[in-house]
C-alpha cells in the first residue's frame, strides 16, 4: 500500500460519524496550506433562497494541540474542593483494621 502525501493547498473532508448534536460538524478533515496543517471542520447550510452550501472553519493544527495541553494542565492544578479534602483527612486519620 502507497503512502499518501499531502500536496500543499489540498484537502479532505469526511462525513462526521460522531455528530451528536446541531452544533457539531457534519464534516471533518484536513488540509495544507502555505505549509501548515489545518483541522478542517464544515456544516451544511441553506440559504434563504434554498441553495445548500457548505460554511468552513479552519484550525491550525499546532493551536489546538496547544490549546489541550493548556486545558489539561489548567485542570490539574484545579484545587480539589471542599468535600474532598475533608473526606481525605478523615480517611487518613481513620483506623485501619489489619
Known sequence: M????QKDNSGAMFVNDKKE?????DRK????????????NGWINESK???KYMSLKFSPK???QAKGIQQ???AL???QDQTNQE???DYDNADIPF
Open 2 to 5: 502507497a503512502t499518501y502525501e
Open 21 to 25: 448534536s446541531e452544533t457539531h460538524p
Open 29 to 40: 478533515g484536513s488540509a495544507l496550506i502555505g505549509g501548515v496543517e489545518y483541522w478542517v
Open 49 to 51: 433562497s434554498g441553495t
Open 62 to 64: 499546532e493551536e489546538v
Open 72 to 74: 489539561a494542565q489548567q
Open 77 to 79: 492544578k484545579k484545587p
Open 87 to 89: 473526606w481525605l483527612a
